[in-house]
């Protein structure tokens, strides 16, 4: 099994963190619309999001549990983050059909009431507007009758304050008539979101983005768990069998130069000069019978590192 390198165990814990605050946040918003007082909505939802952060370590632990075999204590653990994940999930499910709900709610009522209501004034500006070219043409008509009966200083009267108050009237009329037609425009070309999708398919959309949420981080962390000891035991004693093994072979090699086994060597290089080196001593040392320590000793003598005298072995 490959171990995962560092780098990818820190950006998956990103993603654990990041998703673990979408669910947290859910889950707090959720019960902090079900309760009034704003002194115990900000308090169970910070419990709430304690609990919805625990559900994630629950898994990790819990496998470990089954590692240990408590088995009850195990399923006790599961049980738990099953049921903190049902509310997390819930409470994210709730978060997104409400959105969505509430989008085509406005989406209808704008469409619904607003959309006949634009329709209507902006029919109804256009026939201001033409009834309003219909009085500037009788105006117009009077003002020429006026002038073939040679008065023409009241006909230029008349078509200057009527024809005036027309040209602001329709100027207004149609300033409106524009604004209707703008808003219907804007109107048409927003479309709710999610409009087009069927309402069974948004539902089990959001149920599959809300298990996801809580499957996915709880995947992640039970995948970063630490295998467990006896796992690791194996790798720790194989490489302990080949650190003994070099060890082993280095002692061999030293003795075939010298003769002499390390733990000797070392005893003789730790006695003072002059100091007697005893052979149960020896014996002792490297736990051999004293048959051997004396004829080891006596190798030692012949290469010069102890001298013998009457009291037995003294350093060189």
Request: aromatic fraction near 4%.
């Amino acid at each position: 099994m490959h171990p995962i390198h560092q780098h990818h165990r820190w950006a998956l814990l990103a993603m654990v963190a990041t998703l673990a605050g979408v669910t947290a946040t859910s889950v707090a918003l959720a019960i902090s619309a079900l309760i009034d007082n704003t002194l115990l909505a900000v308090l169970f939802a910070s419990a709430a999001v304690v609990l919805d952060l625990f559900k994630y370590i629950a898994w990790p632990l819990a496998l470990g549990l089954l590692t240990m075999r408590r088995i009850l204590a195990a399923l006790l653990m599961m049980a738990c983050a099953l049921a903190l994940g049902a509310v997390s999930s819930w409470a994210t499910y709730d978060r997104l059909m409400t959105s969505i709900i509430t989008s085509r709610a406005e989406h209808q009522v704008r469409f619904g009431l607003r959309q006949p209501e634009l329709l209507e004034l902006r029919q109804a500006e256009a026939d201001r507007i033409e009834q309003l070219d219909a009085e500037a043409l009788a105006v117009h008509q009077q003002a020429n009758a006026l002038r073939e009966r040679g008065m023409v200083t009241r006909a230029l009267e008349l078509e200057t304050a009527a024809l005036a108050r027309i040209d602001t009237q329709r100027q207004a009329a149609q300033v409106r008539r524009e604004a209707a037609s703008q808003e219907l425009t804007a109107m048409r070309s927003q479309p709710a979101k999610a409009a087009g999708l069927p309402l069974q398919l948004a539902t089990l959309l959001c149920l599959g983005f809300a298990a996801a949420l809580e499957v996915v981080p709880a995947l992640i962390l039970a995948a970063l768990r630490p295998p467990p000891a006896q796992q690791r035991t194996p790798v720790a004693a194989t490489a302990t069998r080949k650190q003994t093994e070099e060890r082993g072979q280095k002692q061999a090699e030293t003795e075939q130069e010298t003769g002499l086994p390390p733990a000797l060597q070392q005893l003789i290089a730790g006695t003072a000069s002059g100091a007697k080196v005893a052979v149960r001593q020896v014996a002792k040392e490297l736990q051999i019978g004293s048959a051997k320590a004396t004829k080891l000793l006596q190798q030692a003598a012949e290469m010069g590192v102890l001298h013998k005298t009457a009291g037995g072995y003294v350093a060189a």
